[in-house]
């Protein structure tokens, strides 16, 4: 069933704080994956596991939910006239329409349904009921968008919380946190093609300033990661991939530059010394394998087509 937005407009204004948010939700999602406490919460994820793609994550999820709330200060004291309650309140409702819709085993039931039922499950371990307003359906363009930038920001934080000690700096996870950007980052420019003045695009555009910053933090005395790090500015264009998949012979050279950076053969040999780069290693980060082309077609909402060139970070 549909499930209709209660907002025509979204506001994106909770994003001026989110490395702070972001801060919250790591550490509740540290917290919620430990076992014991909460049974509220087992009553709530038997009752909805129809809903959830595996019981344990509806679980996970209810006890998140907890622990994200009352690390938000101002949305817990219902600080009202304040803007950082506002901000937090939109947080929340971002964060609710974000998990839920991402471990949903289908489109059956809405976000706002599913919130109402942890609430009444949760009396003892949340207690809480919100304001009817704060907990609604986000339109599924929306809540596209504020995916891809609160996974930008996720990999900024990241990326700045390595460059912070250049004596110990992991050389790989650098490399492929931003290549990841590019991912995310490629899906943002596309939507923001031409003369695109939305909420979103101006999100966009700070963003790109904030990662310029990183910058000025790969080269110093005594060390220098540029190798290691992917700018804004080089990530592969997705159009320069499609010319060359569909075969026209000029998009063949920049892909061969392209390969060389972004794949595993290009990055045995990434070193300005012309020196095979001995610090690259296998790892048990999670890779990042996406397709430009699904790139692209994600953002056109899934147009038909196939592609077998792959970005590949590493």
């Given at each position: 069933?549909?499930?209709?937005?209660?907002?025509?407009?979204?506001?994106?204004?909770?994003?001026?704080?989110?490395?702070n948010?972001?801060?919250?939700?790591?550490?509740?999602?540290?917290s919620?994956?430990?076992?014991?406490?909460?049974?509220?919460?087992?009553?709530?994820?038997?009752?909805?596991?129809?809903?959830?793609?595996?019981?344990?994550?509806?679980?996970?999820?209810?006890?998140?939910?907890?622990?994200?709330?009352?690390?938000?200060?101002?949305?817990?004291?219902?600080?009202?006239?304040?803007?950082?309650?506002?901000?937090?309140?939109?947080?929340?409702?971002?964060?609710?329409?974000?998990?839920?819709?991402?471990?949903?085993?289908?489109?059956?039931?809405?976000?706002?349904k599913?919130?109402?039922?942890?609430?009444?499950?949760?009396?003892?371990?949340f207690?809480v009921?919100l304001?009817?307003?704060?907990?609604?359906?986000?339109n599924?363009?929306?809540l596209?968008?504020?995916?891809?930038?609160?996974?930008?920001?996720?990999?900024?934080?990241?990326?700045?919380?390595?460059?912070?000690?250049t004596?110990?700096?992991?050389?790989?996870?650098?490399?492929?946190?931003?290549?990841?950007?590019c991912?995310?980052?490629?899906?943002?420019?596309?939507?923001?093609?031409?003369?695109?003045?939305?909420?979103?695009?101006?999100?966009?555009k700070?963003?790109?300033?904030?990662?310029?910053?990183?910058?000025?933090?790969?080269?110093?005395?005594?060390?220098?990661?540029?190798?290691?790090?992917?700018?804004?500015?080089?990530?592969?264009?997705?159009?320069?991939?499609a010319?060359?998949?569909?075969?026209?012979?000029?998009?063949?050279?920049?892909?061969?530059?392209?390969?060389?950076?972004?794949?595993?053969?290009?990055?045995?040999?990434?070193?300005k010394?012309?020196?095979?780069?001995?610090?690259?290693?296998?790892?048990?980060?999670?890779?990042?394998?996406?397709?430009?082309?699904?790139?692209?077609?994600?953002?056109?909402?899934?147009?038909?087509?196939?592609?077998?060139?792959?970005?590949?970070?590493?």
């Amino acid at each position: 069933m549909g499930c209709k937005p209660e907002k025509e407009v979204e506001s994106y204004d909770f994003f001026e704080n989110i490395e702070n948010y972001i801060d919250k939700v790591n550490k509740a999602e540290n917290s919620s994956s430990s076992d014991g406490g909460y049974s509220d919460c087992d009553g709530f994820s038997k009752a909805w596991e129809s809903s959830f793609k595996d019981t344990q994550i509806a679980k996970n999820i209810c006890k998140e939910l907890i622990i994200l709330y009352n690390s938000l200060n101002n949305l817990k004291a219902k600080s009202t006239r304040s803007k950082d309650y506002k901000d937090e309140c939109e947080f929340f409702n971002y964060w609710v329409n974000f998990k839920i819709s991402k471990n949903m085993i289908n489109e059956r039931d809405c976000v706002e349904k599913i919130y109402n039922a942890f609430e009444s499950h949760c009396i003892k371990d949340f207690g809480v009921i919100l304001d009817a307003d704060i907990i609604y359906n986000i339109n599924k363009d929306d809540l596209y968008k504020m995916n891809i930038l609160y996974s930008l920001y996720n990999k900024y934080t990241e990326i700045d919380t390595i460059l912070k000690n250049t004596s110990q700096v992991d050389k790989q996870s650098l490399l492929n946190l931003s290549n990841a950007c590019c991912t995310h980052y490629n899906q943002a420019s596309y939507i923001c093609n031409g003369d695109n003045n939305s909420t979103f695009c101006t999100k966009l555009k700070s963003f790109d300033l904030k990662y310029e910053q990183l910058y000025s933090k790969l080269v110093g005395q005594g060390y220098d990661f540029s190798d290691y790090f992917t700018k804004l500015s080089e990530c592969p264009n997705t159009k320069i991939i499609a010319t060359a998949v569909t075969g026209t012979v000029v998009g063949l050279i920049p892909l061969v530059g392209v390969l060389y950076k972004f794949t595993p053969m290009g990055q045995m040999f990434i070193s300005k010394n012309g020196i095979l780069n001995k610090d690259i290693r296998n790892n048990d980060e999670e890779m990042i394998n996406m397709s430009l082309m699904e790139q692209e077609n994600e953002a056109l909402k899934f147009q038909k087509g196939t592609y077998n060139i792959k970005y590949q970070s590493l």
